[in-house]
């Protein structure tokens, strides 16, 4: 911006109460200012790839530019606060915005656990520093379903809903504490129960079986399992694919998806605000405009050029 001459010395000369922030990767002034970057590049140096992985794997990432998704929101605020400021002062700012700095607030303990305990968190798969269990169970049908046990009633619950097998009440599965040290050991009875007590749907005849040693056990689809683990008040969900997602009834009765029709592509899916506002209501009526579908609009309606100022400035490629 500066050196197109807008930099905010210079704006501010034109609109003194202006509010300019920069965003930049790492900031105004430091090592590494100068240095350009993106979304993975940002959330590998602010340190979330060395939590994304298994245990005995390299740094994985997130897949995405997850900062992207992060850092806006920071922004934001420090914008509304700038805004907050000018309401009460009449003054403007000007606000560097160091995106480094704000993914960092991202990494949850982190930080604090190494600064004051001297301990560095790693990763950790699909566990968790303060629940277990806290992973994905594949059931017969090749889906996956998660459960997380943050609190001694999601355990008792869970212990219900498994039919309190013995490895339960085992010493070492008493406390909170204790089984976050035996996820493996978990992991490993509750891969055997998704794997056993689980059934295809086309297997509806199958749904009790003779147990070994025991009376007729029952078989659960995929559905069947989640709604029964939530039943005991156990946290459990079905992991949903883009298929899945879009098939939702939750997302059905939000109205979350619209379809709309695209000049170019047709009718596409297209995600709804997350938000409802009871008095101005959002709906999606258009998509997303094309590169310079409402040009002539802009220019000659709110910019207010002339038919033949637009005109000549179209002819000379300047909208191109």
Known sequence: MAR??????????????????????????????????????????????????????????????YTDFLVPHFAAIALIAALDYRRRTGEGQYIDFSQFEAAIHGLWTAVLDWTVNGHEQTRLGNHDLEAAPHNAYRCRDGRWVVIACETEKHWEGLKAALGRPEWCDMERMRRRWQRINEQKEIDRHLTFWFEDFTRLPSEAALQVEEGVDGPPVRKYTTEEVVRHFQSFGVPCGIVQSPEEMHADPQLAHRHHYWKLEHPVMGLRTYDSPAFKLSLTPSELTRPAPLLGEHNEHVFKHIVGLSDEEYIELLADGAFE
């Open 4 to 65: 197109f001459g807008f930099d905010y010395e210079s704006v501010r000369k034109i609109r003194p109460d202006v509010i300019m922030i920069s965003m930049p990767l790492y900031g105004q002034d430091g090592p590494w200012a100068h240095y350009a970057g993106y979304g993975h590049v940002l959330q590998a140096a602010a340190g979330f790839n060395h939590f994304t992985g298994w245990e005995d794997g390299p740094p994985l990432g997130t897949g995405v530019a």
